[in-house]
């Protein structure tokens, strides 16, 4: 079936509707193949490791009105975490200069603000033309490139389909959680 729909397409019009082509059993779907300096250790970081999951991904700023929003994530994220759901921040200056800070600055701020566990990236660009690869590559693939602070892209397990919400979407807003529970499902 995909490779009907592959043929009709192309994979240029598959990657434009949101659905890209599986990759080999064992092998890091592309659009996960990408490594990232870690919050904490600044050790590398491959997205690969959340290969089979439902990623959350979000660009956050601690100093932005949605910064509350790391509250939600962070429950989110333990609610559903022995489920397959693994949230993944990506902070970024990109917005009204509302990250300014170093690594372990905003690594303090998410651990002592809000309890932050869940896996966090170092600061990195998510907009325009000097966007990390990685989010290129979400905008590519939904159309919908992160317009502030706490944008979202949920990515199914096998990344193949992205969805995008918009920075007002809050974590427990019953759309994403719909569509959460439709991809770990």
């Not at 979000?58 to 759901?85: H, I, M, P």
Request: contains cysteine; proline residues 5%.
């Amino acid at each position: 079936m995909f490779s009907a729909i592959k043929r009709y397409f192309g994979i240029a019009g598959l990657i434009s509707v949101g659905v890209l082509p599986a990759t080999a059993a064992g092998q890091c779907p592309a659009l996960l193949n990408h490594s990232f300096s870690g919050l904490v250790d600044e050790k590398p970081q491959s997205l690969c490791q959340y290969q089979g999951k439902v990623i959350l991904v979000v660009n956050t700023a601690s100093y932005c009105g949605f910064t509350s929003q790391y509250d939600g994530l962070e429950k989110l994220y333990a609610r559903l975490k022995s489920k397959g759901l693994v949230v993944v921040g990506f902070p970024s200056n990109d917005f009204g200069e509302q990250e300014p800070g170093g690594s372990k600055e905003i690594a303090d701020f998410c651990r002592m603000t809000y309890g932050v566990d869940f896996p966090m990236m170092a600061k990195t660009t998510v907009k325009g033309k000097n966007a990390n690869p990685f989010y290129a590559q979400l905008r590519a693939t939904t159309d919908s490139p992160p317009r502030w602070n706490f944008h979202k892209y949920l990515i199914n397990r096998d990344a193949t389909k992205v969805a995008a919400f918009g920075s007002m979407t809050a974590p427990d807003d019953r759309e994403l959680l719909k569509k959460i529970d439709e991809y770990l499902n």
